[in-house]
């Protein structure tokens, strides 16, 4: 299924062609180190009435290999893969998009048509994406690098913030949930030395409601919660 779905290569110095990726102009999100893939393929399930695409990057290949295992699943019934975990709050059950549309037994003739994977590091994908061609970048539980000596290696650094900025259309937005602190805390600090630079984003507040881009609540999230911890989320729109 990889073959199918994995996103092209372009040679070093060009950029990608999303009209020969995708048809009808869809809106394009990208979502770097999508883990398992049930984030991933949940958008891809909730947003299959929108205009919308999706390109996931995985750097490790039990995370590739098992969201392909995934989509096969759902593809060889020509349904969309359903095995997640809906995030929740009793005060809003009606937040579930899948609620009284789709029991995981419609039929759809490909299920994954507008969805490509690609197999390495989101971060070193950027710079093959063309400029301001990204509806939304989503960063969702990325690795914290708790120590200090490990802190250049976080994802969120002041030259990938200024990548995603001009991968993105005006208004797009960058979305991020993780529940370590020291990393979300590190993550506010690098914007606001981005934007004292040259305004670049706007961090929006409240954060938009995590059922449009998080609707999942992961195995490694929820162990977060079994340990105490607390999820946050965060969203940027390019200035």
Not at 131 to 147: G, Q, W
Not at 215 to 227: A, I, M, T
């Amino acid at each position: 299924i990889l073959a199918d779905h994995r996103l092209p290569s372009v040679p070093y110095g060009t950029f990608l062609d999303w009209s020969q990726i995708f048809s009808g102009e869809p809106d394009i999100w990208l979502e770097i180190g999508f883990g398992q893939g049930e984030n991933l393929l949940a958008l891809a399930h909730f947003k299959r009435y929108e205009n919308v695409a999706f390109v996931g990057a995985e750097i490790h290949k039990s995370g590739i290999g098992t969201a392909c295992r995934r989509m096969q699943e759902g593809k060889q019934v020509n349904q969309f893969w359903t095995d997640y975990t809906v995030f929740s709050e009793d005060s809003r059950p009606s937040d579930n998009p899948n609620e009284g549309t789709d029991d995981g037994t419609e039929k759809h003739d490909n299920p994954y048509r507008n969805l490509r994977l690609h197999p390495g590091d989101g971060v070193k994908l950027l710079p093959y994406i063309p400029p301001s061609s990204l509806s939304a970048v989503l960063i969702t539980f990325p690795d914290p690098f708790p120590k200090k000596k490990e802190r250049h290696w976080r994802v969120i650094q002041k030259h990938i913030v200024r990548d995603i900025h001009r991968v993105l259309k005006d208004s797009g937005r960058f979305f991020l949930a993780t529940d370590h602190d020291g990393f979300n805390q590190w993550a506010h600090l690098i914007f606001n030395e981005v934007n004292e630079e040259l305004s670049m984003f706007r961090e929006l507040k409240p954060c938009p409601n995590r059922m449009d881009w998080v609707p999942v609540v992961s195995k490694y999230e929820q162990k977060g919660c079994d340990e105490g911890r607390s999820t946050n989320l965060n969203c940027w729109e390019k200035a």
